[in-house]
């Protein structure tokens, strides 16, 4: 199974992944923005503390998002 190796915040609530299969690509959390669970990510110093947790990315209150969604609509 792949892992996430790098997770880089970028603008316009994008970040930049890279996985030990090598595979390198934009996700777009826009779409994912949504309701009081992710609202927090609007916040755009709370946005760039996003932590690569390996299968899934992750900020500090908890929210998270898999690789297999981020793999789904990753932008190579």
Partial sequence: ???IVKAIPLANY???????LGVEGIFD??????????????D???FNSV???GSS??????QD????TIMFDLKY
């Fill in 1 to 3: 199974m792949d892992k």
């Fill in 14 to 20: 994008q970040v930049r992944i890279s996985t030990r």
């Fill in 29 to 42: 959390v826009k779409p994912y923005i949504k309701g009081a669970y992710f609202e927090q990510l609007l």
């Fill in 44 to 46: 755009e110093n709370y």
């Fill in 51 to 53: 932590k690569n947790c």
């Fill in 57 to 62: 990315i992750a900020w500090p209150n908890e």
């Fill in 65 to 68: 998002l898999s690789l297999g």
